[in-house]
């Protein structure tokens, strides 16, 4: 990748493992709103708001568990955090919602339903596969997952 913004040097590898790292804060997240928010019999928006929520707090807690190892401060490690994963984990939690209401009876399924966890399962999915494309654009043009990438091994990259 280049200055003028290509991402034409940017792998595919490189931008499934970012939204990999964004995806397993924000299936947290999401997957402890969903539960709790069926648990407590929330109407069905209580309980995506919660999902929503809660997967930020935890994709933002991920990255920023990692950038605190590496020494930042919790001022700067929550800029990192904020810089690196909001538009990755905005874009999941949009596509995996969505996906979650278009299956009919899913947010009304209960906790022992197969239904609520293959429907959950598959949000998780999809949301992976159409967010890896987004944080390739964004990597290449050192946005998104780019921003946390030197803290993770240690030093500058270029």
């Avoid at 539960?35 to 929330?42: K, M, P, Q, R």
């Avoid at 904020?82 to 984990?89: E, G, K, M, P, Y």
Wanted: include cysteine; charged fraction near 10%.
């Amino acid at each position: 990748m280049d200055q003028h913004g290509d991402h034409s040097g940017v792998t595919w590898a490189a931008a499934a493992q970012a939204t990999l790292h964004c995806l397993t804060g924000c299936a947290i997240g999401e997957v402890l709103g969903m539960v709790i928010g069926t648990a407590l019999d929330l109407h069905n928006g209580a309980t995506v708001v919660l999902s929503i929520a809660l997967a930020f707090v935890f994709g933002y807690a991920l990255t920023m568990r990692g950038v605190l190892k590496a020494g930042l401060g919790l001022r700067a490690a929550l800029g990192v955090a904020l810089a690196a994963d909001t538009v990755s984990i905005a874009v999941m939690e949009v596509v995996d919602n969505a996906f979650i209401l278009a299956v009919p009876g899913a947010m009304d399924a209960g906790l022992t339903s197969a239904l609520f966890w293959l429907s959950l399962a598959g949000s998780l999915v999809v949301a992976f596969v159409l967010t890896t494309p987004v944080n390739r654009w964004m990597i290449g043009r050192g946005r998104g997952h780019a921003v946390v990438h030197q803290y993770h091994h240690g030093g500058a990259h270029t």
